[in-house]
T-cell receptor, first 114, second 114 residues
Framework: NAGVTQTPKFQVLKTGQSMTLQCAQDMNHEYMSWYRQDPGMGLRLIHYSVGAGITDQGEVPNGYNVSRSTTEDFPLRLLSAAPSQTSVYFC?????????????FGAGSRLTVL | GNSVTQMEGPVTLSEEAFLTINCTYTATGYPSLFWYVQYPGEGLQLLLKATKADDKGSNKGFEATYRKETTSFHLEKGSVQVSDSAVYFCACGYSGGGADGLTFGKGTHLIIQP
């Protein structure tokens, strides 16, 4: 039972480069989301999706794009990386979109932008 | 909007000490309340939850009681172990709050010394 799988675990980028963080879940969860975790800031929601073909912005969406073509996958794209995007990124999913549902998190992707 | 407040720490205790991590929330209505734990190098995982007033969530020796009158959900453990060293996040969410209806606190870093 893989749960939520994120790749890569570590990535170093130069300013202006683009990349995609991959997220896949095998639990048939409708809801998927991306958070970033920064010291002293806790978890902040970047984007989320309530089902295939549906995405929406969270608290800090600028500089990031998402798409949801299948139930299983929810990639996060950095269009032109900036040092302010240095962070640890977590993908999470749940059975439904309600805030009362338990989230299952991936192990995280640590991104450094030079 | 909703908010969750918890001590950030680090909180340092000796093994077998009693633990309390305070959590208070600001929200309208009747949210569900959660404690998530993040072990070093891992993603968050659910520790316990409570869905209505006076409910007690418990897991792995940890307990928290949903106190509507004080809007609190304090985490307690009678005798901590070195393996409890982690970051603990309090969160509240609404069943009808929509996909972005989950609010996290900033996390409390707990260090248990042998």
């Amino acid at each position: 039972n893989a749960g939520v799988t994120q790749t890569p675990k570590f990535q170093v980028l130069k300013t202006g480069q683009s990349m995609t963080l991959q997220c896949a879940q095998d639990m048939n969860h409708e809801y998927m989301s991306w958070y970033r975790q920064d010291p002293g800031m806790g978890l902040r929601l970047i984007h989320y999706s309530v089902g295939a073909g549906i995405t929406d912005q969270g608290e800090v969406p600028n500089g990031y794009n998402v798409s949801r073509s299948t139930t299983e996958d929810f990639p996060l794209r950095l269009l032109s990386a900036a040092p302010s995007q240095t962070s640890v990124y977590f993908c999470a999913s749940s059975l439904g979109s309600s805030g009362a549902n338990v989230l299952t998190f991936g192990a995280g992707s640590r991104l450094t932008v030079l | 909007g909703n908010s969750v407040t918890q001590m950030e720490g680090p909180v340092t205790l000796s093994e077998e000490a009693f633990l309390t991590i305070n959590c208070t929330y600001t929200a309208t209505g009747y949210p569900s309340l959660f404690w998530y734990v993040q072990y070093p190098g891992e993603g968050l995982q659910l520790l316990l939850k409570a869905t209505k007033a006076d409910d007690k969530g418990s897991n792995k020796g940890f307990e928290a009681t949903y106190r509507k009158e004080t809007t609190s959900f304090h985490l307690e453990k009678g005798s901590v172990q070195v393996s409890d060293s982690a970051v603990y996040f309090c969160a509240c969410g609404y069943s009808g709050g929509g996909a972005d209806g989950l609010t996290f606190g900033k996390g409390t870093h707990l260090i248990i010394q042998p």
